[in-house]
């Protein structure tokens, strides 16, 4: 459809212009920034307002999407290939793209004083496939938080579309490229506001360029920085997904976590580099630390506190490679731990197969999902405690129940914020919903208050086992909800499986050859095996996340790390298949 051909409804504009207007001055009388900052608010409230009316504005009998189409058929994409991908081009694109994310993962931000670099996603590091301080600060986060928004709104109906049409699907996926634009932006802002400062030289020529304005032309440069790492992150993940082997934010994340297990095992650098190796600064890696304190402490030594700090202390010790282990095995296991139904051609006699519905049936996308949810929320409420402008949001400002953090003064101290990161919430909700840091962090306090309540930032010991409470229901919770979602927006649900059956011409034997009769056979299944897949993938995470792993690698990313090395050995093994029988490449709908 022509962009002239799109039937609109011009009254929109009035009260949009009107809204985006009142925010612009809002903007002005509350913050009285100077002209080229305002400058830009007004830019970005135009293209707002502007995407706003597209949407709104749009009058057709379609989804109001449709009325995006101008920007989603001229986004830039990755060409789809026209034939078929030989496995070796595959294998060639796969490791050219992750040899580019390593690469692109140790290019710091020109212009940023690396000294005072506070990491907003420090918790979660792992899941969003990203390197503090470089192009890969923001990792894969506004790909999966674009993908959050548009699953939340589909699965709540919010978006009126039919994913299993062509044309509604193709609208899904640009609108969420667009989706996923607007969020690195979103992402990409706040950093500068006191999280990654520029380096004052920087500031001090750009001060001379134009007087006045060198701050704020400093921040556009690392913004800038932040918006083309992110967005080549975009594509390449479209290169992986057309051109290589699997999905490339799989793939990141993949290595990120694989790169987090090796140091936080081998690693034989202190905690503090700049100390020499002693009891309070052993090697980083779990092996040099056991050997360092085996080599180095006595007997009694080491039963009056040197087991201890090998078994559960803090950095890697021998129970979060233990339980990093146990979630490798426990993963694999339950990858191969499905339930076949069986089917039969309805024409040809004697034809068979099998249609395997897995035990973790909504693969590791939930986990993946809510871990990046969770990541927003630390984020926001960081956000909110500390920053100059947005600490006076009515109500939700500064507030000590909403999330707080220590100062970076109190880090320097001597009292309850000592050796804290800046990003570590001491209390209030997202003290509740952060990230457990294995059993020294809760099931110390526990046994012995009163020589490790330093670790409950001085809660209470229940408080401690609230939090894990907390901490756990919702990784569970959350993951079953967007399993739930993940299943009807990918058309794995019942009624979808059953066509797909259907236009095989198979049929489970003993049933009529109906879709109807497949789906309700189906029902008695996939919601079944939905929730307890979402419940299985958050309770590893979670339980993970408790035990505690090696190299902070977090549960979520030792859970998505095994996963995603399955899935791609098995993807590897079909392709491999694929490229020995060309009959079957035709019948899987390649082509020869």
Same mark, same amino acid.
């Given at each position: 459809?022509?962009?002239?051909?799109?039937? %609109?409804?011009?009254?929109?504009?009035?009260?949009?212009?009107?809204?985006?207007?009142?925010?612009?001055?809002?903007?002005?009388?509350?913050?009285?920034?100077?002209?080229?900052?305002?400058?830009?608010?007004?830019?970005?409230?135009? #293209? #707002?307002?502007?995407?706003?009316?597209?949407?709104?504005?749009?009058?057709?009998?379609?989804?109001?999407?449709?009325?995006?189409?101008?920007?989603?058929?001229?986004?830039?994409?990755?060409?789809?290939?026209?034939?078929?991908?030989?496995?070796?081009?595959?294998? +060639?694109?796969?490791?050219?793209?992750?040899?580019?994310?390593?690469?692109?993962?140790?290019?710091?931000?020109?212009?940023?004083?690396?000294?005072?670099?506070?990491?907003?996603?420090?918790?979660? =590091?792992?899941?969003?496939?990203?390197?503090?301080?470089?192009?890969?600060?923001?990792?894969?986060?506004?790909?999966?938080?674009?993908?959050?928004?548009?699953?939340?709104?589909?699965?709540?109906?919010?978006?009126?579309?039919?994913?299993?049409?062509?044309?509604?699907? *193709?609208?899904?996926?640009?609108?969420?490229?667009?989706?996923?634009?607007?969020?690195?932006?979103?992402?990409?802002?706040?950093?500068?506001?006191?999280?990654?400062?520029?380096?004052?030289?920087?500031?001090?020529?750009?001060?001379?360029?134009?007087?006045?304005?060198?701050?704020?032309?400093?921040?556009?440069?690392?913004?800038?920085?932040?918006?083309?790492?992110?967005?080549?992150?975009?594509?390449?993940?479209?290169?992986?997904?057309?051109?290589?082997?699997?999905?490339?934010?799989?793939?990141?994340?993949?290595?990120? #976590?694989?790169?987090?297990?090796?140091?936080?095992?081998?690693?034989?650098?202190?905690?503090?580099?700049?100390?020499?190796?002693?009891?309070?600064?052993?090697?980083?890696?779990?092996?040099?630390?056991?050997?360092?304190?085996?080599?180095?402490?006595?007997?009694?030594?080491?039963?009056?506190?040197?087991?201890?700090?090998?078994?559960?202390?803090?950095?890697?010790?021998?129970?979060?490679?233990?339980?990093?282990?146990?979630?490798?095995?426990?993963?694999?296991?339950?990858?191969?731990?499905?339930?076949?139904?069986?089917?039969?051609?309805?024409?040809? =006699?004697?034809? %068979?197969? %099998?249609?395997?519905?897995?035990?973790?049936?909504?693969?590791?996308?939930?986990?993946?999902?809510?871990?990046?949810?969770?990541?927003?929320?630390?984020?926001? !409420?960081?956000?909110?405690?500390?920053?100059?402008?947005?600490?006076?949001?009515?109500?939700?400002?500064?507030?000590?129940?909403?999330?707080?953090?220590?100062?970076?003064?109190?880090?320097?101290? !001597?009292?309850?914020?000592?050796?804290?990161?800046?990003?570590?919430?001491?209390?209030?909700?997202?003290?509740?919903?952060?990230?457990?840091?294995?059993?020294?962090?809760?099931?110390?306090?526990?046994?012995?208050?009163?020589?490790?309540?330093?670790?409950? +930032?001085?809660?209470?010991?229940?408080?401690?086992?609230?939090? #894990?409470?907390?901490?756990?229901?919702?990784?569970?919770?959350?993951?079953?909800?967007?399993?739930?979602?993940?299943?009807?927006?990918?058309?794995?649900?019942?009624?979808?499986?059953?066509?797909?059956?259907?236009?095989?011409?198979?049929?489970?034997?003993?049933?009529?050859?109906?879709?109807?009769?497949?789906? =309700?056979?189906?029902? =008695?299944?996939?919601?079944?095996?939905?929730?307890?897949? *979402?419940?299985?993938?958050?309770?590893?995470?979670?339980?993970?996340?408790?035990?505690?792993?090696?190299?902070?690698?977090?549960?979520?990313?030792?859970?998505?790390?095994?996963?995603?090395?399955?899935?791609?050995?098995?993807?590897?093994?079909?392709?491999?298949?694929?490229?020995?029988?060309?009959?079957?490449?035709?019948?899987?709908?390649?082509?020869?």
């Amino acid at each position: 459809m022509a962009d002239e051909e799109i039937p %609109r409804d011009p009254r929109w504009a009035v009260p949009l212009a009107i809204l985006g207007g009142l925010v612009v001055a809002l903007f002005w009388f509350w913050d009285k920034p100077d002209l080229l900052a305002f400058a830009l608010v007004a830019i970005g409230m135009f #293209v #707002v307002m502007g995407l706003v009316y597209l949407g709104l504005s749009y009058d057709g009998p379609k989804s109001r999407l449709y009325g995006l189409q101008p920007i989603t058929s001229r986004m830039p994409a990755v060409a789809q290939p026209k034939g078929h991908v030989h496995f070796r081009t595959k294998l +060639f694109w796969t490791i050219g793209i992750l040899l580019l994310y390593f690469l692109l993962a140790n290019i710091y931000l020109f212009g940023v004083d690396q000294a005072t670099v506070i990491d907003l996603f420090a918790s979660y =590091r792992a899941i969003l496939a990203g390197a503090q301080g470089t192009l890969m600060h923001l990792g894969i986060g506004p790909i999966v938080t674009g993908s959050i928004i548009m699953q939340l709104f589909t699965g709540a109906k919010i978006i009126d579309l039919d994913l299993t049409d062509d044309e509604d699907k *193709g609208m899904y996926q640009g609108t969420q490229k667009v989706l996923v634009v607007a969020m690195i932006f979103v992402e990409a802002v706040p950093q500068v506001f006191g999280y990654l400062t520029p380096d004052s030289s920087i500031v001090a020529r750009l001060g001379v360029a134009s007087p006045g304005n060198g701050m704020l032309l400093a921040d556009l440069i690392i913004i800038s920085q932040l918006v083309f790492g992110s967005y080549l992150v975009f594509l390449m993940d479209e290169v992986v997904s057309k051109w290589g082997i699997g999905s490339g934010v799989s793939l990141f994340i993949a290595a990120g #976590v694989s790169q987090q297990i090796v140091q936080g095992t081998l690693n034989w650098v202190p905690q503090t580099p700049s100390t020499p190796i002693s009891a309070t600064n052993p090697p980083s890696g779990t092996i040099p630390k056991t050997l360092w304190f085996l080599t180095h402490y006595s007997a009694s030594q080491l039963a009056s506190g040197g087991w201890e700090q090998i078994l559960l202390r803090q950095p890697n010790p021998i129970v979060a490679f233990v339980g990093t282990a146990a979630i490798f095995f426990l993963v694999a296991w339950t990858e191969s731990t499905r339930i076949e139904l069986p089917l039969s051609h309805a024409e040809a =006699r004697g034809a %068979r197969g %099998r249609y395997p519905l897995r035990l973790i049936y909504a693969s590791n996308i939930p986990v993946i999902l809510m871990s990046a949810l969770l990541a927003n929320v630390s984020m926001i !409420t960081i956000l909110l405690w500390s920053n100059p402008t947005l600490a006076h949001f009515p109500l939700l400002g500064h507030q000590w129940w909403v999330g707080s953090y220590c100062t970076a003064a109190q880090t320097q101290g !001597t009292g309850a914020c000592a050796g804290l990161s800046q990003t570590q919430p001491i209390s209030g909700g997202a003290f509740y919903l952060s990230t457990p840091n294995g059993l020294e962090s809760w099931l110390l306090p526990i046994l012995n208050f009163q020589q490790y309540k330093t670790f409950l +930032f001085n809660h209470s010991w229940w408080q401690g086992l609230v939090h #894990v409470m907390v901490y756990f229901g919702a990784m569970v919770g959350g993951s079953i909800l967007f399993a739930k979602f993940w299943i009807q927006t990918t058309n794995m649900g019942p009624e979808a499986v059953a066509r797909q059956i259907e236009a095989t011409g198979m049929q489970i034997p003993g049933f009529r050859r109906e879709p109807r009769v497949l789906r =309700r056979v189906l029902e =008695r299944y996939i919601p079944v095996i939905t929730v307890i897949s *979402g419940a299985a993938v958050g309770s590893l995470a979670a339980g993970a996340d408790l035990i505690g792993t090696l190299g902070n690698a977090s549960g979520t990313g030792v859970l998505l790390m095994v996963g995603i090395i399955i899935n791609l050995y098995e993807a590897m093994g079909r392709e491999q298949l694929m490229e020995m029988n060309p009959l079957l490449r035709r019948f899987l709908g390649g082509e020869s």
